[in-house]
């Protein structure tokens, strides 16, 4: 899920090697933070945060095949 949610980014962001996931294990769920460049942020949320919604329910659906619980964090 890791790479799924690296590869998502870097082709939205003008800068891709700056992006970075690292992953955190909460109470019930694995949670993925996306680090992107400042410049990036608006690209990775979208409009009305569209875009940040639709990366959350691909790795969701992918997690839910593999019966894990998943969330996506996007952080400064």
């Known amino acids: 899920m890791t790479e799924l949610l690296l590869y998502i980014a870097?082709?939205?962001?003008?800068?891709?090697?700056?992006?970075?996931?690292?992953?955190?294990?909460?109470?019930?769920?694995?949670?993925?933070?996306?680090?992107?460049?400042?410049?990036?942020?608006?690209?990775?949320?979208?409009?009305?945060?569209?875009?940040a919604k639709e990366i959350r329910t691909v790795v969701k659906s992918l997690a839910q095949r593999s019966n894990q619980k998943v969330s996506v964090e996007i952080v400064d």
């Open 10 to 51: 870097k082709n939205l962001v003008d800068h891709p090697e700056q992006v970075s996931v690292s992953e955190k294990q909460g109470e019930n769920e694995l949670v993925l933070e996306l680090h992107v460049a400042p410049e990036d942020m608006g690209k990775v949320i979208g409009r009305q945060g569209r875009i």
